[in-house]
């Protein structure tokens, strides 16, 4: 066996086992976040719950309360970081994502959009908790359709400026602060219990879900995932460069658009439950090609399960941190996911040559 072929295979069982310790993380965290919390669940009262021997009280936290929340964090996680890993390969471009972009503020936009003009919201609880939306179906295509309209956006600014991927993030950026104000408006105008609404937009949490909404996210997300994953080798002949691609029979522009297109439904439809959760989808890509490399075949699904991973343990940490009071996630991931940014933006040099 000559000396490419052993690296080769090297490589791979590297990967393979990088994702393998990954789905052992993700076992590990699931069964620390059913167990942690402002009321704690022992193990053993994990394992009665299989047995069908927990008690009524255990049977509500576990299954009515921390695993919607639990199973909400993967399924977000999972849509925001292989979103991000997408952008950034088709972009050519580390600092793009759903929320340096601008996606992410365009589909709260949306929601919130709906929330106003059409009234899909209830009455504030007198809890004074954040509300629900009763209508996900109209909010998540309201947010899905600003998302598609922030896209065409940067597809009209990529096209202006030949496809240059150093503009596309101050695009995203512009982007963002015109979807941002125009929330700001939205907020302005609203009345009170629209405006609790819109505020759980803003801040990304994962509290207030439900399996009917998870399984909406479930399947939408999934096959979007597939198609994703599916198209990996176009992606990675794109990330070569476009003449590459052309000269093995990618059409670069077509992949490009489709690929932004399913990224922008799964950034609306995880946006559009459970608001912005900022650099999930900027910083794990990141932090997965500093670990494994450019390989797309593993890229792609090392990120998505290392993004569920990583806003699960976000998530515990954000109902657990200051028990019994829960912090909203997107507060969590930003004061982690910040500092990464402006890492990278002092490192911008380094990444001009990515791809």
């Not at 047995?51 to 996680?77: D, F, H, K, Y």
């Not at 937009?201 to 198609?227: E, M, Q």
Request: glycine residues 8%.
């Amino acid at each position: 066996m000559n000396t490419s072929a052993i690296l080769y295979k090297n490589s791979r069982r590297k990967h393979y086992t990088f994702i393998g310790i990954m789905l052992i993380l993700l076992l590990l965290a699931i069964v620390f976040s059913v167990c942690l919390g402002s009321t704690a669940i022992g193990y053993r009262d994990v394992y009665a719950l299989f047995t069908g021997q927990a008690s009524e009280a255990a049977i509500q936290i576990i299954v009515n309360m921390r695993l919607p929340r639990i199973a909400a964090a993967l399924i977000c996680g999972w849509a925001l970081a292989i979103s991000g890993s997408i952008m950034q390969i088709i972009l050519k471009n580390p600092l793009a994502s759903p929320y340096t972009l601008g996606l992410s503020n365009a589909a709260a936009f949306g929601a919130s959009v709906a929330i106003v003009f059409g009234n899909f919201a209830s009455t504030i609880p007198k809890s004074g908790d954040m509300m629900m939306v009763t209508n996900p179906y109209i909010v998540t295509l309201s947010a899905f359709l600003c998302s598609l309209l922030a896209l065409f956006i940067i597809l009209l600014i990529m096209r202006s400026l030949n496809n240059n991927p150093q503009t596309i993030i101050l695009a995203g950026i512009i982007i963002s602060s015109i979807f941002a104000a125009a929330l700001s408006g939205i907020q302005y105008i609203a009345t009170p219990s629209q405006l609790a609404s819109i505020i759980f937009w803003t801040f990304g949490d994962l509290g207030h879900t439900n399996w009917s909404g998870i399984f909406l996210n479930f399947i939408i997300i999934l096959p979007v995932s597939a198609c994703l994953f599916y198209n990996r080798w176009s992606y990675r002949a794109i990330g070569a460069g476009d003449e590459y691609a052309r000269s093995i029979g990618v059409n670069p522009d077509r992949t490009r658009i489709i690929g932004l297109v399913l990224t922008t439904v799964c950034t609306s439809v995880v946006v559009s439950f459970f608001g912005v959760i900022a650099f999930i989808g900027l910083v794990v890509p990141h932090m997965i090609r500093k670990l494994i490399g450019n390989n797309e075949e593993f890229l792609i699904l090392a990120s998505a399960i290392t993004g569920a991973v990583f806003l699960l343990i976000c998530d515990t940490l954000a109902r657990t941190l200051f028990a019994p009071v829960v912090v909203p996630v997107g507060i969590i991931t930003s004061m982690v996911g910040a500092p990464v940014f402006l890492i990278l933006l002092l490192n911008k040099k380094k990444n001009e040559n990515y791809c």
